[in-house]
């Protein structure tokens, strides 16, 4: 299985910083990777796809990069809103699976 | 509105068996391959399985093969995932996920979850 390793575990910040997280796959994976946000009590939200591709309504604030084994999600500027877990996640190959997660808390 | 709403999440012993259900609507249930997701109390997701539009296809994690079985009725646009022999650590919220159509793999829509406890 592929596995991905997710950094930071969590962060603090505040509202209007930069924040970038990081995911790392134990192979390559080309731009096989999405990026889910997920609020307390809530399920997971797409918010990109295919490593870069802004999931529809996504805000612009959100960005992600990378291909093969090292990506990135970048929030321009932080709002409220924002506070959340993060995951990233594979499907070049089954099993899919999920980073870590990221929490992002306020600072 | 496109909706995924699951059901079927309770109590049950260890060794146990438990069915659920992810009723869909708002789109062409029979077009999407389904997955199911869960998420263990205060931990990450950990992909469960997966299977294809016509149910032609399945595919489960090593953590539950042998004991849980997907399935759906496209007739009924409902998902299903029966699970046995079931064990503490597969408590958690299932959560039932809609493959995207234009991005095989990812996830674009999610139902709210269903709670499973595994207790004596």
């Known amino acids: 299985a592929i596995r991905i390793t997710q950094s930071p575990s969590s962060l603090s910040a505040s509202t209007g910083d930069r924040v970038t997280i990081t995911c790392r796959a134990s192979?390559?994976?080309?731009?096989?990777l999405a990026w889910y946000q997920q609020k307390p009590g809530k399920a997971p939200k797409l918010l990109i796809y295919?490593?870069?591709t802004l999931q529809s309504g996504v805000p612009s604030r959100f960005s992600g990069s990378g291909s093969g084994t090292d990506f990135t999600l970048t929030i321009s500027c932080l709002q409220s809103e924002d506070f959340a877990t993060y995951y990233c996640?594979?499907?070049?190959?089954?099993?899919?699976?999920f980073g870590g997660g990221t929490k992002v808390e306020i600072k | 509105e496109v909706q995924l709403v699951e059901s079927g999440g309770g109590l049950v012993q260890p060794g146990g068996s438990l069915r659920l259900s992810c009723a869909a609507s708002?789109?062409?249930?029979?077009?999407?391959?389904m997955h199911w997701v869960r998420q263990a109390p205060g931990k990450g997701l950990e992909y469960v399985s997966a299977?294809?539009?016509?149910?032609?296809?399945?595919y489960y994690a090593n953590s539950v093969k042998g004991r849980f079985t997907i399935s759906r009725d496209n007739s009924k646009n409902t998902l299903y995932l029966q699970m046995g022999s079931l064990r503490a650590e597969d408590m958690a919220v299932y959560y039932c996920?809609?493959?995207?159509?234009?991005?095989?793999?990812?996830?674009?829509?999610w139902g709210q979850g269903t709670m499973v406890t595994v207790s004596s």
């Open positions: 295919a490593a870069s």
């Open positions: 708002g789109f062409t249930f029979s077009s999407y391959a």
């Open positions: 192979q390559g994976i080309s731009s096989y």
């Open positions: 996640q594979q499907y070049y190959s089954y099993p899919l699976t």
């Open positions: 299977i294809s539009s016509n149910g032609g296809s399945t």
């Open positions: 996920a809609r493959e995207a159509p234009y991005e095989e793999g990812a996830f674009d829509i």
